[in-house]
Each structure stands twice: as C-alpha cells, then as structure tokens.
C-alpha cells in the first residue's frame, strides 16, 4: 500500500505542487513554472539513476508542459486543473483490460478469490476512475479552483481510498473463508 501511495505522488506530484503554489500565491505564472520543472526534474532523476523512464512519466511531464502552456498562453488555470482528467481517464481504459488486477494481488487472495471477483473489481476501479476523470473535467470547467481544489484533494482521494478499503475488506473476507474451510476439510 506504501508504494502505491509513493507511486501515486509520484504521478501527481507537478499537479499537487501547482494547486499549492497557485493556492497559495494565485500566481499562475509561478504555479505551471514550478509544475514544469518538477515534471522536468522527475524524468532528470531517473535518466541520472539510470532507470527506465515509463509511460506514465512521460505522459505526465507531456500533459504538465502541454496543458500548462496552455493555461499560461489562455491566462487560466483550467487547462492545468483538467490534467487529472486525462490521466484518469486514461488509467481507466488500462484498466479495461480483463484481469490486469491479478499481478497485484498476494497469491492467496488469487488462490481464494474467484476469478471472476478480480475481473469484476477491476472493471469496478476502471468505472471509479473514468467518473472521478469525468467529474474532474465538470469540475474543473465550471466551479471556481477551490471547489476544484477540494474536489481533487479531498473527494477524488477519498473515493480512492474507500473503494480501496471495501475491496480489501471483502478480498480478506473470501480469503479467510477460502482458508477456513480448507482447514475443515
């Protein structure tokens, strides 16, 4: 959980870091610079490390120079706000694909849940992330940037963080039960 956390800052990072600095300062300007040269910095750590720079890296530092180039070029933030979207909506059609769950899963929660369970919970978590990328886009076209700032702050991370906790409850749920009655039998 840790790492997925880590890996989800990580991703978010150029966009946490503009909602404060505009937040804080209204500054535009400082705001879509300090998220590009964050986007810019992240991909120069990994090329000096010499790890593999992913997709999703360079789709977010493409979306940070794109977007806020935009925001910048149209003297608003809501290009900038509508980056979530994109990259929600875009992990939402990865998580189309039937199964892509299962790698993630301990072997016993693959061992006692059902296959179908896993498919349908990643079909769910596709669904979850496509609405929070449609509302974002609401969102960020038609509320002012507090309400956007709370909605991706506080609504998109706790809807996260539920569906997270219901899925974990009910996988441990079937694993213990799946354990239970191979100790009966």
């Known amino acids: 959980m840790a790492q997925a956390i880590r890996q989800l800052v990580e991703d978010f990072l150029s966009t946490i870091l503009f909602f404060v600095v505009y937040a804080v300062t209204g500054n535009l300007y400082a705001a879509v610079g300090i ?12 090329i000096v490390l010499r790890r593999p720079v992913g997709p999703m890296q360079w789709t977010s530092l493409g979306l940070v120079v794109v977007l806020g180039s935009g ?66 886009f609401f969102i960020a076209l038609n509320c002012d940037f507090a309400t956007w700032a709370w909605f991706i702050s506080v609504g998109a991370v706790g809807a996260k963080l ?20 191979l100790d009966l039998a």
């Open 162 to 181: 539920v569906a997270f906790g219901v899925q974990y409850a009910i996988f441990r749920a079937l694993t213990r039960r799946g354990v239970v009655s």
């Open 71 to 136: 925001s910048i070029l149209l003297q608003s933030p809501r290009l900038m706000m509508m980056k979530p979207s994109v990259v929600h909506l875009a992990i939402a059609a990865v998580m189309l694909r039937r199964g892509w769950m299962s790698r993630y899963l301990p072997p016993i929660v693959r061992q006692h849940v059902g296959d179908q369970i896993i498919v349908a919970a990643g079909y769910a978590w596709a669904a979850l992330l496509a609405s929070l990328g449609i509302a974002n």
């Open 35 to 46: 998220a590009i040269a964050t986007g810019l910095a992240q991909v120069a750590r990994l």
